[in-house]
């Protein structure tokens, strides 16, 4: 079966400081990937989708980035961040010929 | 803009009803359509797809679609304590694999 991690679970980050929050997933191969970002009552926003190594697709430009350099390892990165980069912060994964999407168990990201 | 809406709630219903929970969707050209439930403070976990006009059920779920209304639910019958969440509806557009999500309905199932 398939499975997908995410780390760290929580992480509190002074304003300007990097991040970099990592996703794997196990028991398939050549997923499509997902970066989601929820904040407090909003929806889930799309922030970066892959379909295969080194392939990204940013949806909202902001001071996030995103990297796939394996198959299954998905990372999401920012230089300098800000305090509307709060949030929880969701990895998902589909099947490369289905639009079910399953979610990570999530990064709580608090910025100081 | 492709928009999913749903009604924020909370709905609140007793333990053993059915809980009913709509989304409407501005794509018409949208071809399948997701359920997720997510509780407070986890990440969504998909329980429902659907893909074509009319009702497919899993257990005590329904999910409904009516794509000339533009119009998809979720029936939850026999309603339990364990129930209470946020649902969020999403729908799939165009020719990528992007979902589009609703703010969510928080359900509140009371014993």
């Known amino acids: 079966s398939q499975t997908i991690h995410q780390w760290p679970a929580t992480l509190v980050q002074p304003v300007g400081s990097p991040l970099s929050l990592e996703c794997t997933v196990e028991?398939?191969?050549?997923?499509?990937l997902y970066w989601y970002r929820q904040a407090a009552g909003r929806g889930l926003q799309l922030l970066f989708y892959?379909?295969?190594?080194?392939?990204i697709s940013s949806e909202v430009p902001q001071n996030l980035s995103a990297s796939r350099p394996q198959d299954r390892q998905f990372i999401l990165s920012s230089k300098k961040l800000l305090l509307s980069d709060s949030g929880f912060y969701l990895c998902?994964?589909?099947?490369?010929?289905?639009?079910?999407?399953?979610f990570g168990p999530g990064t709580r990201l608090t910025v100081t | 803009q492709k928009e999913v809406e749903q009604n924020s709630g909370p709905l609140s219903v007793p333990e053993g009803a059915i809980a009913s929970l709509n989304c409407t969707y501005s794509d018409r050209g949208s071809q399948s359509f997701f359920w997720y439930r997510q509780y407070s403070g986890k990440s969504p976990e998909l329980i429902m797809s659907i893909y074509s006009n009319g009702d497919k059920e899993d257990g005590r779920f329904t999910a409904q679609l009516n794509k000339a209304s533009q119009y998809v639910s979720l029936l939850i019958r026999d309603s339990q304590p364990s129930d209470s969440a946020t649902y969020l509806c999403?729908?799939?557009?165009?020719?990528?694999?992007?979902?589009?999500f609703g703010k969510g309905t928080l359900l509140t199932v009371n014993p």
């Open positions: 028991g398939t191969s050549n997923p499509n």
């Open positions: 892959s379909v295969g190594i080194g392939q």
């Open positions: 999403a729908v799939k557009g165009g020719s990528n694999y992007k979902l589009t």
């Open positions: 998902a994964w589909s099947k490369t010929d289905s639009y079910e999407q399953y």
